[in-house]
């Protein structure tokens, strides 16, 4: 496993080591010990969660707060998704910045994202399973987002918003703005 520093401030993305043959592929897509040495943090992951969506899907953009703020480790089992994260710790040097790459089942490459940041995907292939793996409890009572077209933050999805299919919850999410003014 490879892994690389984002700009964004304890936020990595991971390229682990794939092994190719007449058979298919083998890849180690978590291991405790590699990931400590690599990023330096010591995570204890409790849930793990898999989405499967259509093209066009943006699901985000998302957070827990408080105590019930997750850690994340994202990567896509089948299809193509652009990933985007947000910087929402306030004493952060990269605070409201955001972070975009491409994840798919050819690069295989994985997304570690802190605690304290806004997290989404708009799914570009035309069907996508993503897997992620939190560091805390999904609590319904904590959740919230930021709407994924938010003029602050101005993110480039890379397909036009007239192909997006979201729910009515991201759609009505608040912007940037109005959660840190």
Known sequence: ?????????????????????????????????????????????????QSVSTRGVLRGLHFQEGDHAQAKLVRVIYGQVLDVVVDLRPDSPTFKSAFKILLDDKNHHQLFIPQGFAHGFLTLSEVSVFSYKCDRYYSSGAESGIVYNDPDLAIDWGMPESEFILSDKDKKLPTLKSLFS
């Open 1 to 49: 496993m490879q892994f690389h520093s984002t700009p964004l401030k304890d936020c990595f993305y991971i390229a682990p080591d794939v092994f190719r043959d007449h058979r298919g592929i083998f890849l180690e897509s978590y291991r405790k010990n590699r990931f400590k040495e690599g990023t330096g943090l010591e995570i204890d992951f409790v849930q793990d969660n």
